[in-house]
């Protein structure tokens, strides 16, 4: 039991010279939030159909107290929303902002099943009601080498499971996104490549991991859904197609599950997506990324980090792994 009563205050230790002061984030915040509203952000953002449980949400004490930082600057709120992998809405970047208005998100329903005693269903209130939320600063690093720093609100997935009690032949989670086609329009075109729903999976142990996070909101609002609303999974240290979103099931399984992107060019995306500058993916090294925003003039490029900087904290789950082969 060990690995579900530790808590994720145990975890990553921030050297102080690496938190940002109060009054410079507040600042920031301010000033992000002024510009996001110069350039009709916030308008934007707030258009979307949120579920109202989660609109009359007050993010504010999660977003005071966290002790998560990334040390760095944070990726402006437009940037981070504006492009998007979101495959079900289209496969340009700007897609995803463009049409993923469409998907209805009130009501959501959860369903955890599988190796678990106790299988059911939940709303997306019971979620959020349920779980105190926390803001986490996390390093996000896809696999295409882009990368930004975003502030999401969620809480520890493994309380989630820890409700359902998966059962001692549990080795994996599977998760599985929304599939419905009338509000998706990425999934109607000839050109869709994946066999729909999108789907992800996680060992027991990383899924329970402390840094594992299920959000619902990212800079002090709730998720807009192009990233994912209502509820997306986040796994700072490992690829960006590993964090599912809009998730709608999730099954304890003792198999390795089927993966979309595993299952689409198992050469090029394998099941652990561990961040890994030193294992390049077969048409592009992955010893860099470009840090959003960034353009053609000013790539704004940074080092990539083993485990996206989080090694400390993961390492010791892949001990005596080649993850060279384990990629
Ligand atoms: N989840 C679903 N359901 N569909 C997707 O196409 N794309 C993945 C991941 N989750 C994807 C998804 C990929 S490839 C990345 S890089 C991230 O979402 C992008 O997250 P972002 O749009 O919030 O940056």
């Not at 492009?83 to 049409?99: H, I, Q, V």
């Not at 269903?121 to 009601?129: A, F, H, Q």
């Not at 996206?308 to 001990?319: I, L, P, S």
Request: net charge positive; with cysteine; hydrophobic share 35%.
């Amino acid at each position: 039991m060990s690995r579900i009563s530790r808590t994720w205050r145990s975890y990553p230790r921030i050297d102080s010279s690496e938190i940002t002061p109060e009054s410079v984030w507040l600042n920031r915040r301010n000033l992000m939030k002024t510009a996001a509203v110069a350039a009709g952000i916030t308008a934007a953002g707030e258009t979307v159909a949120q579920p109202k449980v989660l609109k009359d949400l007050n993010f504010s004490s999660a977003v005071a107290n966290t002790p998560f930082k990334a040390g760095e600057d944070l990726t402006p709120y437009e940037a981070a929303t504006t492009y998007n992998n979101f495959y079900e809405f289209g496969t340009d970047k700007s897609d995803p902002a463009r049409y993923a208005d469409a998907m209805t998100t009130d009501p959501w329903e959860i369903k955890v099943g599988g190796l678990v005693n106790k299988p059911g269903k939940l709303y997306l209130e019971d979620i959020v009601n349920g779980f105190d939320l926390e803001e986490r600063i996390y390093r996000f690093r896809c696999v295409e080498a882009w990368s930004m720093v975003v502030p999401w609100i969620g809480f520890p997935l493994s309380k989630l499971l820890e409700r359902f009690e998966p059962t001692s032949e549990g080795k994996f989670i599977e998760f599985k996104t929304l599939y419905r086609r009338s509000e998706m329009r990425g999934t109607r075109s000839f050109t869709s490549i994946i066999d729909w729903p999108y789907r992800e999976g996680l060992r027991l142990d990383e899924a329970m991991h402390p840094l594992t996070l299920m959000t619902v909101g990212l800079y002090g609002k709730t998720l807009p859904n192009q990233s994912g609303a209502p509820l997306r999974l986040i796994v700072p240290w490992k690829y960006g197609f590993k964090n599912i979103k809009s998730i709608v099931e999730i099954n304890v399984t003792d198999r390795q599950p089927k993966t979309s992107w595993q299952d689409l060019a198992p050469q090029e995306y394998g099941f652990y997506a561990n961040v890994n500058p030193e294992v390049s993916h077969p048409r592009w090294s992955q010893a860099y990324e470009r840090r959003l925003p960034s353009s053609l003039f000013n790539p704004n490029r940074v080092k990539t980090q083993m485990f996206n900087g989080y090694g400390e904290q993961v390492a010791g789950m892949y001990k005596g792994m080649d993850l060279a082969n384990y990629y």
